[in-house]
Nanobody, 123 residues
Framework: VQLQAFGGGLVQAGGSLRLSCAAS????????IAWFRQAPGKEREFVAA????????YYADSVKGRFTISRDNVKNTAYLQMNSLRPEDTAVYYC?????????????????WGQGTQVTVSS
């Protein structure tokens, strides 16, 4: 089972990035996928989640209206489109997968995690 997050980088405030989460070794379309992030000195926090079919999405208030989560079950890949980036969005971003029932914003629900990709937003 592997989740690989990539697409991070350095961007100016107001810019955009698209993160990708490539999955292998499991039935991707059985899993809910989420993005979390962790800034230096802070706890990991929920960013966005999408159900197995892509029919429902959920967002943290801090990114609502700026970020969009999506998935392509044919390509076994999930995405996080990030627009209007702010310096406070700077963090390592992780993707995670779960089949468990529960609050999708809870990191404890997820059994599989990618390695993280750094996003840095300069002011």
């Amino acid at each position: 089972v592997q989740l690989q997050a990539f697409g991070g980088g350095l961007v100016q405030a107001g810019g955009s990035l698209r993160l990708s989460c490539a999955a292998s070794g499991f039935a991707f379309d059985d899993y809910c996928i989420a993005w979390f992030r962790q800034a230096p000195g802070k706890e990991r926090e929920f960013v966005a989640a999408i159900t197995w079919s892509g029919g429902s999405t959920y967002y943290a208030d801090s990114v609502k209206g700026r970020f969009t989560i999506s998935r392509d079950n044919v390509k076994n890949t999930a995405y996080l489109q990030m627009n209007s980036l702010r310096p406070e969005d700077t963090a390592v971003y992780y993707c995670a997968a779960t089949t468990r029932q529960g609050p999708l914003g809870s990191s404890g629900l997820y059994g599989y995690w990618g390695q993280g990709t750094q996003v840095t937003v300069s002011s």
